[in-house]
């Protein structure tokens, strides 16, 4: 099969409509795991992955990146087909006794001094999407576009993207993008689920307006819409944490993998699938250990979900009821 590329959101960026999640690497994935999860997703058509600089749990943070780095070294044609995607704002290396490095946030010397390790551990000259992890509050708004446009006219950062900003913080950021006659934010990073679907009263829409596209992270929600129930009764037995949330959930979730059941396809393909057939998402972000799980998520881009199976998931897993305030208000 063929996966066809689809939008980053409004640039002209062409990517694979999943997205590769190597936070795994490093971790539960061994680094050969990772290296052949990766030449497998290239094959496939993935060609869109998705990193940060703290990633590598078990570890030193920045060890996924290496990971990378070290899979594609020496070989441009591996380097050229990806679309790599990185993170700045934690504290790299982690607890580093430098305040400015040290900690949380976005000022611009942390900004262009952790792209600069970032490419440095990804053994890249550039990187095509730079995100903002999370929010900095406390860093003025121009000192951060003052620092990723100064990375954008150095050739070492392509695009930014956002990652768990809210609606307002979107908006805020496009604004004094457009102040400042650059490109602004093209791409939101945020929890996005069946179980989670908060964003759609106002990221969505927001996102939507300012044409950013979305990339959904945890899109089965840490496995729970991934036939959790079948693989418990099958053996294969859930962390405790998972399992108060499956009893916390099992009237939907017995529903939901029925459902499923009923159109022959498997959960996690189905949770995807809804994911995109919202045309504000560009890439699900698939975290697979393995090349069986990866492979078992490319079924999603085949999937069609009529309106009337649409239906009975927003039954199973209702959302906030539409847009803000239209949701609550009127």
Partial sequence: MTIEPVHLGRTGLLVSPLCLGTMNFGWHAGESDGHKVMDRALDLGVNFFDTADMYGWEGERGDTEKIIGRWWAGDAAKR?????????????????PEPNRGRMGLSARKIIRHCEDSLKRLQTDWIDLYQMHHIDRDCPVDEVW????????????????????????IATYNQVASHRHTQGLVSEQSLYNLDARTIELEVV??????????????????GLLGGVLEKIESGRRAADHMQKRIEEKRPQLEKWEALCKELGEKPAAVALAWLLRNPVVTAPIIGPRTIEQLEG?????????????MGKIDEIFPGPGGEAPKAYAW
């Fill in 205 to 222: 829409p927001c996102c939507e307006h300012y044409g950013l596209g979305i990339i959904p992270w945890s899109p089965l929600a840490g």
């Fill in 297 to 309: 998520s490319i079924r999603a881009t085949e999937i069609e979900l009529s309106d009337e199976v």
């Fill in 146 to 169: 003052e620092a990723m446009e100064t990375l954008v006219k150095q050739g070492k950062v392509i695009y930014v993207g956002s990652s768990n900003f809210a609606a307002w913080d």
């Fill in 80 to 96: 050229d087909r990806v679309i790599i995607a990185t993170k700045v704002y934690h504290a790299m290396p982690h607890k580093h």
